[in-house]
C-alpha cells in the first residue's frame, strides 16, 4: 500500500505535462520582459533563478504549483524604475517575512479571515484582471514583446484562430495543443526573418550581495504591504485551494503553510542572488492545469527550460519572439480556469460576497480595497442571515404557543 501511495504522487514527463508547461507564459513573459528593460535585471538572472524555484517546487509538492513574480510589486517597480539593487533586498525581506508567518503559525492564524466566498471571490477577480490584461496583450499596437512590427488589422483573426485551436483541442480532441502553438508561432517568426534582438542589460546570472538594510522602511511602505494582502489572498490560500480543486489527492503535500514557506525560502534565496521575488499565483496554477499540467513533472519542464535559457547565450531572448496577440489568447483562455471557480459556490450568500470581490478587484485593480469590501459585505450578509434564523424562530415559538401546531407532548401517546 505504501508503495501504491507513493507512486500516486509521483511526476510525470509526458506530453500533457510539456503542454501545461508553457500554460502561464501569457503572464510571465510580459512582466520579465519589462523587469530586464524598465529595471536593469539581466534577462539570464531572471529566468535561471525562477528556473531553480520553478524546478525545486516541482520536486516538492508534485502538482504544478505555479512560479510567477510578485505582480503588485512588479508593477509598482516598473512604473517607478527601481533599482535591481532595491527589489532584490525587497525579495530577502519578503521571504523573511513570510518564513515567520509560517513558522510561528500566524498563517493558519489568518486564514480565519479567508472563507471560501472571499477566496472564490479572488479568483474571480484574479481570472477577471487576466481577462482584461489578455485583450490588452491581443490589442498591441506591436506585434511582438520588444516592439518589432507593428501590429495590423488581421491581429484579431489570429487571436481567434488561436483561441479556436485551443478550444478545439480541448474540447474535441482531448488533447493540450497549447505547445503546438507556441512552437509553429516561434517558426513563422523565424520563417519571415524576425529577430528577437539583443537585451543589452549589464550583470551575471548570478549576483551574491546583501540586502540594503537602510532601505527597508521605503521597501515596507513602497513595496511590501501593497503586495501581502494579494500575496496571502491569490498566491497562500486561493492558490491551496486551487491545487486541491484541480488534482485533489495529488495535492497531497499542497497546503498554506507550506506555500508561505516555499515563497519565503524561495524569495530569501533569489534576494540573496540579485533576483526579483515569486510567490505561487493561483492564476498560474490554473493556467498549467488548463493546458493539460497533472503532476509537478510540469513545472520542472519549464524550470529546466528557463535555466537552459538562461546559461545559453541568449538563447532565452527567443523566447520574445511568441507573437503578443498569442501570448494574450493563451492568457485568455486559462482566465477562464479561474473565472469558473466561483460555481462551486452553492449559497446565495456566499455568491454575493465572491462577485463582490471581484468586480471590485476588476474596478479598481486593488486586490485590498477587494478583499476589505468582501469581508464587509460577509459580516453583513451574515448578521442578516442571523436576523432571518431568530426572526423563524421567533415565529415558531409564537405558533407553537398559540397551539396552532400541536407540540411533541401533545401527539404522544
Known amino acids: ?41 539581466p534577462a539570464a538572472r531572471i529566468f535561471l533563478l525562477w528556473g531553480i524555484v520553478y524546478t525545486i517546487t516541482g520536486w516538492y509538492y508534485k502538482v504544478p504549483v505555479s512560479v510567477q513574480p510578485l505582480k503588485a510589486m512588479a508593477v509598482i517597480a516598473i512604473t517607478a524604475g527601481f533599482s535591481a539593487g532595491m527589489l532584490s533586498t525587497a525579495a530577502v525581506l519578503y521571504g523573511l517575512l513570510f518564513i515567520a508567518l509560517s ?30 490584461k489578455a485583450l490588452a496583450l491581443i490589442y498591441q499596437k506591436t506585434l511582438f514583446l520588444n516592439g518589432a512590427l507593428p501590429a495590423g488589422n488581421w491581429i484579431l483573426l489570429m487571436a481567434l484562430g488561436t483561441l479556436g485551436i485551443l478550444i478545439l483541442g480541448k474540447y474535441l480532441f482531448k488533447r493540450p495543443v497549447a505547445l503546438i502553438v507556441i512552437g509553429a508561432s516561434v517558426g513563422v517568426s523565424l520563417l519571415f526573418g524576425i529577430r528577437p534582438g539583443v537585451l543589452e542589460t549589464a550583470g551575471s546570472a548570478l549576483h551574491f550581495t546583501l540586502p540594503y538594510w537602510s532601505q527597508w522602511w521605503d521597501i515596507l511602505i513602497l ?64 493556467a498549467h492545469n488548463r493546458f493539460g499540467g497533472k503532476t509537478g513533472g510540469t513545472t520542472i519542464i519549464l524550470g529546466i527550460a528557463f535555466i537552459a535559457l538562461a546559461l545559453v547565450g541568449n538563447l532565452s531572448t527567443f523566447l520574445f519572439l511568441i507573437p503578443i496577440p ?23 450568500p456566499q455568491v454575493i460576497v465572491a462577485i463582490t470581490v471581484g468586480s471590485i478587484s476588476l474596478a479598481t485593480h486593488n486586490l485590498t480595497i477587494a478583499l476589505i469590501a468582501g469581508l464587509i459585505v460577509e459580516r453583513i450578509v451574515a448578521l442578516d442571515t442571523i436576523k432571518e434564523q431568530l426572526n423563524r424562530v421567533q415565529i415558531r415559538a409564537k405558533i407553537l404557543s398559540s397551539g396552532i401546531i400541536p407540540t411533541h407532548e401533545d401527539t404522544e401517546g
Not at 479571515?113 to 472564490?120: K, L, N, Y
Open 1 to 41: 500500500m505504501k508503495q501504491i501511495e507513493k507512486n500516486n504522487i509521483s511526476n510525470t514527463f509526458g506530453w500533457s505535462e510539456f503542454s501545461g508547461a508553457i500554460g502561464d507564459l501569457g503572464t510571465t513573459l510580459p512582466l520579465a520582459f519589462a523587469l530586464v528593460i524598465s529595471n536593469g535585471f
Open 103 to 132: 513558522s510561528t503559525g500566524l498563517i493558519k492564524w489568518l486564514q480565519q479571515w479567508f472563507s471560501q466566498a472571499i477566496v472564490r471571490g479572488i479568483q474571480l477577480g484574479i481570472g477577471l484582471l487576466l481577462a482584461k
Open 223 to 286: 513595496l511590501m504591504i501593497p503586495q501581502l494582502p494579494l500575496t496571502l489572498g491569490n498566491a497562500v490560500y486561493a492558490a491551496n485551494d486551487a491545487c486541491h480543486e484541480f488534482w485533489g489527492k495529488q495535492a497531497r503535500k499542497v497546503s498554506a503553510p507550506k506555500l508561505a514557506a516555499s515563497i519565503g525560502m524561495s524569495d530569501v534565496l533569489i534576494g540573496l542572488c540579485g533576483g526579483f521575488p515569486i510567490c505561487h499565483g493561483a492564476g498560474g496554477i490554473a
Open 326 to 348: 498569442i501570448l494574450g489568447t493563451l492568457l485568455l483562455f486559462d482566465s477562464w480556469a479561474m473565472i469558473v471557480l466561483v460555481r462551486r459556490l452553492v449559497d446565495l
